[in-house]
């Protein structure tokens, strides 16, 4: 009888503290969601623009590709 209850009290405290972990794991991962970097923004709009042109001139494939590198490894002016 002791053993079972041994067990049952492990198995719940093992439970407690998997909860605990996965809140504070999906507490980090909402912050750092919540506020992208300046530059990760700024690249999201450089890559959205160079999909639209390469889109627009009907670019598939490799010629696609070469596009979009050359596109967004383009410095701005």
Do not use: Y
């Amino acid at each position: 009888m002791k053993t079972l209850i041994t067990v049952v009290a492990l198995s719940l405290a093992s439970l407690a503290g998997s909860a605990a972990w996965a809140k504070d794991s999906a507490d980090k991962t909402t912050d750092k969601a919540a506020e992208p970097s300046p530059a990760r923004t700024a690249q999201r709009e450089k890559m959205k623009t160079c999909n639209a042109d390469a889109k627009a001139a009907g670019k598939k494939g490799d010629e696609r590709k070469a596009f979009m590198k050359e596109c967004l490894s383009a410095k701005k002016q």
